[in-house]
């Protein structure tokens, strides 16, 4: 039995890996090949979120991992010179939750090790925030398209 996929709904509204996918829908002013490049990059996505229905959420290999004292895992896409990173988990073996997502640059400088990290935990403290909202209220949600 498939999971059903589902983004992560506020009571305010927010929505954020449907907010963070939509940079990958293509826009009229765009130029055909950036175009193509946004139809490719999200297609990947769509397929390895889509795996993770097959397998009652897990996807294994390369494109998935627990994340470490949190409630959720972590979907982990390559895109050119980024890492997509989308957290997730699977509510009562019926639905893929899908609660926050962000780019992590594949290579960067020493430098910008703390920016980036704490962006992360940001992100993943969201994340766990999302987790803990949608338990006590399973119908803040929104159907995956």
């Known amino acids: 039995m498939k999971l059903e996929i589902v983004y992560y709904k506020s009571s305010g509204g927010l929505v954020p890996v449907k907010d963070y996918l939509s940079k990958y829908r293509p826009l009229a002013q765009d130029k055909e090949s950036i175009q193509q490049k946004?139809?490719?990059s999200f297609r990947r996505i769509d397929f390895v979120i889509s795996r993770a229905t097959e397998n009652n959420g897990i996807i294994g290999g390369e494109y998935s991992c627990s994340v470490p004292a949190h409630?959720?895992?972590k979907i982990r896409i390559k895109d050119g010179g980024n890492l997509v990173r989308i957290l997730?988990?699977?509510y009562l073996?019926?639905?893929l939750v899908l609660?926050?997502?962000y780019d992590k640059p594949d290579l960067y400088d020493k430098g910008a090790k703390k920016?980036?990290?704490k962006m992360i935990n940001e992100k993943m403290s969201d994340a766990q925030n999302y987790?803990?909202?949608f338990i006590k209220?399973?119908?803040n949600y929104e159907k995956y398209q």
Request: charged content about 30%.
């Open 99 to 101: 609660l926050n997502a």
């Open 71 to 73: 409630s959720f895992q």
């Open 137 to 139: 209220n399973p119908q």
């Open 115 to 117: 920016k980036i990290d």
């Open 131 to 133: 987790y803990q909202d």
């Open 38 to 40: 946004k139809i490719k």
């Open 93 to 95: 073996g019926e639905r």
């Open 88 to 90: 997730y988990f699977c």
